[in-house]
């Protein structure tokens, strides 16, 4: 399927699917199991200029659309490399979003282009144990410490699932800047910053603590402990106490884009399926004869090809500015849905063997299962569409 792509969107898939076919499912299995940051891989998106498609041209990127930079993580993920691949570059794309629209002119300058050449690792900090999907409810604190606008903030709190933080330099962080019970709304009086997790480190102030977890152990999870760390005014992104309008920002192109990574899960999970099915003989045939086998494998293709036309729709409709709500989150829904389906029916293709890491398919199984929960669970948007598309009553 092509969703009437561009010539040049054509070109931008070739490439990313050849560049990725330098990193074959066995680079990505030996990266899983030692849990290694899969360096050479990101350096070689580095060198290719891939990183900072949709930053814009005038801080070293492409300026590109969201559809280019979905386009790009689905082959990625179709190229075997799944979750680990993408969220290695994923919040380079996404994560800095903010910066791009929100973001100081100093700011942009001394952060997208090292992001985009790949000398900078950013992460992501939002969400916290006690919080979980109610961003409104997060703890960490960041507090004036002396007078006027330029007084430095003294950051206190506890983040967690922050992907990447071990490889990172830099934290895109939200804290309450005022008390929740002090605002009008509870989404008032929240802000990001941009916060320096190196610096952190060597003074003491951040503390790391990997989380041990089921998939995707490539690229690391952590528990990012602050204690006292100093931030400078003007790393603060945007307005004090916007901060929750500016994340809002992010939502769709970030739903948008992992349904896109589910669906090149799916897409590998199927091909190796596929395969399997046209080379293993039982009985004195293919196993893939039987339609037991096949119609399975069949029903997970057709999924995926309609999940993808939701996706391509809510980039499109991102990309010229129009409303997208609806679609981002279809899109997500759909894509992780059949994603899922298409590796768990690869696993139930390849039998006992579906269990054995040779195969691969364990892995996109497990991979694929993290975009049911994240950016945002299953159940979560089924709760926006009931409240936004159908106007029943809010249920949270």
Not at 331 to 341: E, R, S
Not at 347 to 375: C, N, S
Request: with cysteine; hydrophobic share 40%.
């Amino acid at each position: 399927m092509d969703f009437a792509l561009t010539e040049d969107q054509q070109t931008l898939r070739k490439a990313v699917r050849d560049l990725a076919a330098r990193f074959p499912d066995e680079y990505w299995a030996e990266r899983d199991a030692r849990g290694e940051f899969p360096r050479e891989f990101y350096d070689a998106f580095a060198q290719g200029g891939w990183l900072g498609i949709a930053i814009p041209e005038q801080y070293g990127g492409g300026g590109l659309g969201i559809l280019e930079a979905s386009l790009l993580l689905e082959e990625v993920a179709a190229s075997g490399a799944g979750m680990n691949g993408c969220s290695a570059m994923h919040l380079t794309i996404f994560g800095l979003n903010t910066i791009v629209k929100h973001g100081s002119e100093e700011l942009r300058r001394e952060i997208l282009p090292a992001a985009a050449d790949g000398s900078l690792h950013v992460c992501f900090g939002v969400t916290e144990p006690d919080a979980g999907t109610d961003t409104t409810r997060i703890s960490t604190f960041a507090r004036r410490d002396g007078a006027g606008d330029d007084a430095d903030y003294v950051i206190r709190g506890r983040k967690v699932w922050i992907t990447k933080a071990g490889d990172s330099q830099k934290m895109v962080l939200i804290a309450r800047t005022t008390p929740r019970d002090e605002v009008a709304k509870p989404t008032d009086g929240m802000s990001l910053f941009l916060v320096d997790l190196d610096s952190g480190r060597d003074a003491g102030t951040v503390q790391l603590r990997p989380i041990p977890k089921m998939g995707r152990n490539a690229v690391a999870s952590f528990e990012v402990l602050l204690d006292d760390l100093r931030v400078p005014a003007r790393a603060r992104v945007g307005e004090e106490g916007e901060g929750f309008r500016y994340l809002l920002d992010g939502l769709n192109p970030e739903r948008i884009l992992l349904a896109h990574e589910a669906l090149g899960i799916g897409r590998a999970a199927i091909r190796r399926a596929a395969r399997y099915a046209r080379e293993r003989v039982v009985f004195g045939r293919p196993i893939g004869q039987n339609q037991g086998v096949a119609f399975p494998l069949a029903e997970a293709v057709t999924r995926l090809d309609a999940a993808e036309l939701m996706a391509r729709q809510a980039a499109w409709r991102y990309d010229r500015g129009l409303p997208c709500g609806r679609e981002a989150n279809m899109a997500k829904w759909l894509c992780a849905d059949a994603g899922f389906q298409a590796a768990d029916q690869a696993i139930q293709t390849h039998g006992g063997m579906g269990y054995a890491r040779e195969y691969h398919v364990e892995r996109y199984f497990r991979e694929a299962r993290i975009l049911r929960l994240a950016p945002v669970s299953q159940e979560m948007v089924l709760n926006y569409v009931a409240q936004h598309v159908l106007d029943l009553p809010r249920s949270y």
